[in-house]
C-alpha cells in the first residue's frame, strides 16, 4: 500500500512538474505575440504616420487647434485614476503572483516591443521618428514593473517566510541545546500521544461524505492541546486519497479582510492547477474572476443572518457573480472531487478578523463540493460571536451562533497525562545528558516522587512541557554547578506552571527561609492573606499538592503554612552542601540564573577544591584571591567550613597553606561576632583534624611559621589549643613544640612599652600563651613586664582591657571592651596569679574614691573608670562566695 501511494505522489510530482513547464511556454508565447503586435504598430506610427509630422510643432498646431478636447481627455484619466484607486487593482496586482492578469503580459509585451524598435531603429530597419518616446515611455514601464516586482517579491517572500516557519523541524540546535520549537508534528511517525488514529477515523468520515453541499467541521480544543498537529495528520491522510484536493490556509498572516479573500482565493487556485488534472484553465479563470469581484464588495451583513444574495450589490453585478459561483460548482462536480479546506489558528486572530473568516467560509466561499475544517478553542470563538452579535460576552449566546455555522462539532481527545509526564521527563533527561549532568539514583528518585505529587498532577498540554523544556535548555547551563538540580528542575516548573505562586516565594524569601526559627511570632497571620489570594484559584487537592511540594523544597515553610514546626527538619546541615534551594546563601541563584556580587561560585570553589591536589599552592592562592572580596569572604570561609568532611588530607593541607598565604589579603570585617582573620584561624585549626596524625605537628610549624601577623598566629595557636584539648588534634608535648616559635615573639614583643596599647583587648590571648606554654625564662619575663606594665599611668585599667570580654565592630574592623565578667576575672587570675590580682586591688583602691567604688549604680565614664569598677564589683563578689563556701 504505501509503495502504491509513493508511486502515486511521484506521478503526481511528474505532472505538476510538467504543468508548471507547459504554463511557462504558453506565457512566452503568449508575450512574444502581444509584443510583435505592439512592435508592428510602432512600425506601423514610424512609417506611416509620425513621417508627415514636422516635429514637435506639428503636435504643438494640433493641439492648439483641437484644445477643446483636452477637458475631456483629462476626465477620463482621472475616472481611471479613480476607478483604478476604488478597485484596488494595484494592491491585488502586487498581492498575486505574476501572470495572475493580463496586466503582466502587457507590461511585458510593451517593454519588450520598445526593445526591438530600438533594435530595429539601429540597424536602420525603422527611421527612429519614436526614438525619443520610446525611450521615454519605455524606462518609465520599465522602473515602474522594477518596482511591483520588488514590491510581490518582499510579499511573498513573507508569505513563503511563514510557510517554511511552518515546516522547520521541531529542534532548533543552538550552542548545542536542543531548545523545542513551538511547532505542530508534520507526520504520524512523530505522533508521541496516540493522535494518528483519531485523525486517520476522521479522515475515513469525511471520505465517505457523498452529498454535494459545503459542510463545515469544527476541531475543538484548548491552546495547546495538539489541534495543528490533528490538522496535520489529517493533511496527511488526506494527500493518500485521489479525489480530494487540500487547501491549508492560515488566516493569521493576513492584516485585512480584502487580502484574506484574494490571498485564499490566491491559494485555492494554486491548489488547483497542482491537482486538477483535466481541463481547469476555465475553472480557475472563473474563481479568479469572483474572487475579484467579492473582494471588492463590502461586507455588511453578519455570519449567522447572512443571505448570498444579500450580499450581492447591484442586480446586473449580482447576477455576474452568482453565475460565476454556479459555474465554479458545476465545475467542481464535473471533476468529481472534493476540496478540504484546513483553516487553523482562528482563535488567535481578533474579534473582526474571526468574523472575516467566518464570513469566507459562511458565505463567500461556500461552494458545494466543499469540507471546511475549522481548527479553534470553542469558548474563546463563542465569546467573540457574543459580543459582536449581542453586545454581552455570554457563552451561551455565543455558542448559538457558533452552531448556526459549524454543522458538525468534533471535540478533541484529551491527552493521556502518563504520556505527557513520560515526554517530559524524556525531554529532562535529554536536557541533562546535553549538559553532562547525571543525577544519582536517589536524586533521580527523588526528582520523579516531587513532580509525580505536584506539579505532574496538574493537566499539562505538549505545549506546556515544550515551554518547560526551553526554560531548562536556556537556564540550567547557567546554573549548572551552582544549585541542586533537582530543587531547580522543581522550581523551574513552578516558574512555567504555577508563576504567581513562583512570584510570591521570591518575594518573601525570608519567610520560606526563616519560618519556624527564632523570630517566628505571628509569621503564619502576617502572610496568611497573601497566601490566601496566591491559592484563590486552586482546589483544595490542587493546593495540597502544591503544599507538599513547598514543604519538599523549604522544609521551614511547614510553619509559615500551618504555625507547626517540624523540628526534625529545621536545622539539617546537608542542605548548604547539598546547594539546596532552601539554604539561605543558594536561594538568589535559583532566581538570578547568575552568581551575584558577594556570593561565591560553586564552579570556581569546586576548581579550586580539585586544584587543592596538585603541588603549586601559589597558583590556588591566586586563584582564591579571585573568588574572595570584602562582601564574600565571610562566605568563602562558610563553605570551606561545609566541605570539611568531604576533604581529602591533601586538599586539607593545601588550603591551611593556602589561608595563612592570603594573610594580607584577608579583608577587615567579619560576620558581627568575629573578625575574618578570626574565623580564618577556627578554619585552619579544622583543617588540621583532617590531617593524619604523624603530619599533623610538621603541618602545624609550618602553617604559623609561615604567618607573619603574631596576633594571627596566636589566634591560630589558640584555636589549635582548643582542638587539642579533646585530643583532636595534637597532644601536649607536641602542641608545646608547635607553640615555642611564637612563645619566642611573644617574648620579643612583651619588651615593647606600649605592648598594651598596642594589643588592647588581644593582650590576654598572648599572654595565656606564654603561661601555658612558656619555660621558666618566658614566665619570669612576662611577670617582670606585667609589674612593669602595672607601675605605669592608667596601666592596670589597660591590663584589665585586655582580659575583658570584647565586641567586634564590622565597619571599623576593630574589637572593643565590652564588659568585665567573671570569666574575664578568672583569665587575669590565671597569669597574674593571686599576688597579681592583689596588687592591682591596692593600686584601685589607692586610685579611685572609696564612695565611688561602692556606688553599685556607677558604672564609670571613660573605659578605664568603668573596666576598674567592674574588677572591683567582681573582686568582691568572689571573696563574698569564698567566704560562704567557708
Known amino acids: 500500500m504505501s509503495k502504491l501511494v509513493t508511486l502515486m505522489k511521484k506521478i503526481k510530482t511528474m505532472l505538476s512538474e510538467k504543468q508548471t513547464e507547459q504554463k511557462a511556454i504558453e506565457e512566452s508565447l503568449m508575450v512574444l505575440l502581444l509584443a510583435t503586435i505592439i512592435f508592428t504598430i510602432e512600425g506601423f506610427l514610424d512609417e506611416k504616420l509620425l513621417s508627415k509630422f514636422n516635429g514637435l510643432s506639428t503636435i504643438i498646431d494640433y493641439v492648439k487647434n483641437y484644445w477643446f478636447v483636452l477637458p475631456l481627455i483629462s476626465i477620463l484619466i482621472s475616472i481611471f485614476v479613480y476607478i483604478t484607486i476604488k478597485n484596488n487593482y494595484f494592491k491585488r496586482i502586487i498581492n498575486y503572483p505574476a501572470f495572475t492578469f493580463k496586466f503582466d503580459r502587457w507590461i511585458?509585451?510593451?517593454?519588450?516591443?520598445?526593445?526591438?524598435?530600438?533594435?530595429?531603429?539601429?540597424?536602420?530597419?525603422?527611421?527612429?521618428?519614436?526614438?525619443?518616446?520610446?525611450?521615454?515611455?519605455?524606462?518609465?514601464?520599465?522602473?515602474?514593473?522594477?518596482?511591483?516586482?520588488?514590491?510581490?517579491?518582499?510579499?511573498?517572500?513573507?508569505?513563503?517566510?511563514?510557510?517554511?516557519?511552518?515546516?522547520?523541524?521541531?529542534?532548533?540546535?543552538?550552542?548545542?541545546?536542543?531548545?523545542?520549537?513551538?511547532?505542530?508534528?508534520?507526520?504520524?511517525?512523530?505522533?508521541?500521544?496516540?493522535?494518528?488514529?483519531?485523525?486517520?477515523?476522521?479522515?475515513?468520515?469525511?471520505?465517505?461524505?457523498?452529498?454535494?453541499?459545503?459542510?463545515?467541521?469544527?476541531?475543538?480544543?484548548?491552546?495547546?492541546?495538539?489541534?495543528?498537529?490533528?490538522?496535520?495528520?489529517?493533511?496527511?491522510?488526506?494527500?493518500?486519497?485521489?479525489?480530494?484536493?487540500?487547501?491549508?490556509?492560515?488566516?493569521?498572516?493576513?492584516?485585512?479582510?480584502?487580502?484574506?479573500?484574494?490571498?485564499?482565493?490566491?491559494?485555492?487556485?494554486?491548489e488547483i492547477e497542482k491537482n486538477f488534472f483535466g481541463k481547469k484553465s476555465e475553472l480557475i479563470s472563473n474563481i479568479k474572476a469572483y474572487s475579484q469581484k467579492v473582494a471588492s464588495v463590502t461586507l455588511r451583513m453578519g455570519v449567522v443572518n447572512f443571505s448570498f444574495k444579500d450580499f450581492l450589490g447591484n442586480k446586473e453585478e449580482n447576477n455576474d457573480i452568482f453565475s460565476l459561483k454556479k459555474n465554479i460548482e458545476k465545475q467542481l462536480e464535473r471533476e468529481n472531487k472534493r476540496i478540504i479546506i484546513l483553516i487553523d489558528d482562528i482563535d488567535r486572530l481578533d474579534d473582526k478578523e474571526i468574523h472575516s473568516v467566518f464570513k469566507l467560509v459562511k458565505a463567500i466561499a461556500d461552494f458545494e463540493h466543499t469540507t471546511y475544517i475549522l481548527a479553534l478553542d470553542e469558548e474563546i470563538v463563542a465569546q467573540v460571536l457574543s459580543t459582536q452579535y449581542s453586545g454581552k460576552q455570554s457563552s451561551n449566546i455565543g455558542q448559538s451562533f457558533l452552531e448556526k455555522i459549524i454543522q458538525v462539532p468534533l471535540y478533541l481527545p484529551p491527552v493521556d497525562q502518563v504520556d505527557i509526564q513520560t515526554i517530559l521527563f524524556g525531554e529532562i533527561e535529554k536536557v541533562l545528558e546535553k549538559n553532562q549532568i547525571f543525577l544519582p539514583d536517589n536524586e533521580r528518585m527523588r526528582f520523579q516522587m516531587l513532580w509525580s505529587n505536584s506539579i505532574g498532577k496538574f493537566p499539562l498540554t505538549i505545549r506546556a512541557v515544550k515551554r518547560y523544556q526551553n526554560s531548562i535548555v536556556f537556564s540550567l547551563p547557567l546554573v549548572k554547578e551552582e544549585v541542586n538540580i533537582v530543587d531547580f528542575l522543581c522550581i523551574e516548573g513552578m516558574r512555567v506552571f504555577l508563576p504567581d505562586l513562583y512570584k510570591f516565594i521570591y518575594k518573601h524569601s525570608d519567610a520560606f527561609l526563616t519560618a519556624g526559627g527564632a523570630k517566628t511570632e505571628g509569621v503564619p497571620e502576617e502572610y496568611k492573606p497573601i497566601l490566601d489570594e496566591v491559592f484563590k484559584g486552586f482546589s483544595t487537592q490542587e493546593k495540597k499538592n502544591i503544599d507538599f511540594l513547598i514543604y519538599e523544597l523549604f522544609p521551614r515553610s511547614k510553619y509559615l503554612f500551618t504555625g507547626q514546626k517540624d523540628n526534625i527538619r529545621i536545622f539539617d546541615?546537608?542542605?548548604?552542601?547539598?546547594?539546596?534551594?532552601?539554604?539561605?546563601?543558594?536561594?538568589?541563584?535559583?532566581?538570578?540564573?547568575?552568581?551575584?556580587?558577594?556570593?561565591?561560585?560553586?564552579?570556581?570553589?569546586?576548581?579550586?577544591?580539585?586544584?587543592?591536589?596538585?603541588?603549586?599552592?601559589?597558583?590556588?592562592?591566586?586563584?582564591?584571591?579571585?573568588?574572595?572580596?570584602?562582601?564574600?569572604?565571610?562566605?568563602?570561609?562558610?563553605?570551606?567550613?561545609?566541605?570539611?568532611?568531604?576533604?581529602?588530607?591533601?586538599?586539607?593541607?593545601?588550603?591551611?597553606?593556602?589561608?595563612?598565604?592570603?594573610?594580607?589579603?584577608?579583608?577587615?570585617?567579619?560576620?558581627?561576632?568575629?573578625?575574618?582573620?578570626?574565623?580564618?584561624?577556627?578554619?585552619?585549626?579544622?583543617?588540621?583534624?583532617i590531617q593524619p596524625e604523624d603530619r599533623r605537628e610538621d603541618v602545624s610549624k609550618r602553617a604559623i611559621q609561615a604567618v607573619d601577623s603574631l596576633l594571627f598566629s596566636v589566634e591560630i595557636l589558640h584555636y589549635l589549643d582548643l582542638a587539642s584539648k579533646n585530643g583532636h588534634v595534637l597532644k601536649e608535648n607536641e602542641m608545646k613544640r608547635v607553640a615555642f616559635n611564637v612563645i619566642e615573639r611573644i617574648k620579643k614583643e612583651i619588651n615593647d612599652d606600649n605592648f598594651l596599647d598596642n594589643y588592647g583587648v588581644n593582650t590576654s590571648m598572648m599572654l595565656i600563651m606564654i603561661k601555658k606554654f612558656g619555660n621558666e625564662?618566658?614566665?619570669?619575663?612576662?611577670?617582670?613586664?606585667?609589674?612593669?606594665?602595672?607601675?605605669?599611668?592608667?596601666?592596670?585599667?589597660?591590663?584589665?582591657?585586655?582580659?575583658?570580654?570584647?565586641?567586634?565592630?564590622?565597619?571599623?574592623?576593630?574589637y572593643y571592651?565590652?564588659?568585665?565578667?567573671?570569666?574575664?576575672?578568672?583569665?587575669?587570675?590565671?597569669?597574674?596569679?593571686?599576688?597579681?590580682?592583689?596588687?592591682?586591688?591596692?593600686?584601685?583602691?589607692?586610685?579611685?574614691?572609696?564612695?565611688?567604688?561602692?556606688?553599685?549604680?556607677?558604672?564609670?565614664?571613660?573605659?578605664?573608670?568603668e573596666v576598674a569598677l567592674a574588677f572591683w564589683d567582681e573582686h568582691y563578689t568572689m571573696l563574698e562566695a569564698m567566704n560562704h563556701s567557708i
Open 573 to 689: 546541615k546537608n542542605w548548604e552542601l547539598e546547594k539546596r534551594i532552601c539554604a539561605a546563601d543558594y536561594f538568589n541563584k535559583y532566581f538570578v540564573y547568575s552568581v551575584r556580587d558577594g556570593q561565591i561560585s560553586d564552579k570556581k570553589f569546586n576548581d579550586l577544591l580539585n586544584e587543592l591536589k596538585n603541588e603549586d599552592i601559589n597558583s590556588v592562592i591566586n586563584k582564591t584571591k579571585e573568588i574572595i572580596s570584602t562582601r564574600n569572604y565571610f562566605r568563602f570561609i562558610g563553605k570551606v567550613l561545609t566541605v570539611l568532611d568531604v576533604l581529602e588530607p591533601k586538599q586539607a593541607e593545601g588550603l591551611i597553606m593556602c589561608l595563612v598565604g592570603l594573610e594580607q589579603s584577608i579583608p577587615a570585617g567579619g560576620n558581627g561576632n568575629m573578625s575574618n582573620q578570626l574565623q580564618t584561624a577556627l578554619v585552619i585549626s579544622r583543617l588540621l583534624i
Open 108 to 270: 511585458i509585451s510593451a517593454i519588450l516591443s520598445m526593445f526591438l524598435y530600438c533594435f530595429a531603429t539601429n540597424w536602420g530597419w525603422l527611421q527612429g521618428n519614436l526614438n525619443e518616446q520610446i525611450i521615454i515611455l519605455g524606462t518609465i514601464l520599465l522602473l515602474f514593473y522594477s518596482m511591483v516586482i520588488i514590491k510581490r517579491k518582499n510579499k511573498i517572500s513573507l508569505q513563503c517566510n511563514n510557510e517554511q516557519s511552518g515546516e522547520e523541524q521541531n529542534k532548533i540546535e543552538m550552542d548545542g541545546q536542543s531548545y523545542s520549537s513551538d511547532i505542530a508534528i508534520k507526520k504520524s511517525e512523530d505522533d508521541k500521544l496516540d493522535r494518528t488514529e483519531f485523525a486517520i477515523r476522521l479522515v475515513t468520515s469525511i471520505n465517505s461524505w457523498k452529498k454535494e453541499e459545503s459542510i463545515v467541521i469544527g476541531l475543538y480544543g484548548e491552546w495547546g492541546t495538539g489541534k495543528t498537529s490533528v490538522l496535520n495528520l489529517m493533511q496527511e491522510e488526506f494527500n493518500k486519497k485521489q479525489n480530494m484536493i487540500i487547501v491549508p490556509f492560515n488566516p493569521w498572516y493576513f492584516k485585512d479582510e480584502e487580502q484574506l479573500i484574494l490571498q485564499f482565493f490566491n491559494k485555492l487556485v494554486t
Open 777 to 814: 625564662k618566658h614566665k619570669n619575663k612576662l611577670s617582670i613586664s606585667l609589674k612593669k606594665w602595672m607601675k605605669k599611668e592608667n596601666g592596670v585599667e589597660k591590663l584589665l582591657i585586655g582580659f575583658a570580654q570584647k565586641s567586634y565592630n564590622p565597619e571599623s574592623g576593630r
Open 817 to 865: 571592651f565590652s564588659k568585665f565578667d567573671v570569666g574575664s576575672y578568672s583569665r587575669l587570675k590565671t597569669v597574674v596569679g593571686k599576688d597579681g590580682v592583689d596588687s592591682i586591688v591596692e593600686i584601685i583602691e589607692n586610685k579611685y574614691p572609696k564612695d565611688l567604688l561602692d556606688d553599685s549604680e556607677y558604672v564609670g565614664i571613660t573605659d578605664y573608670e
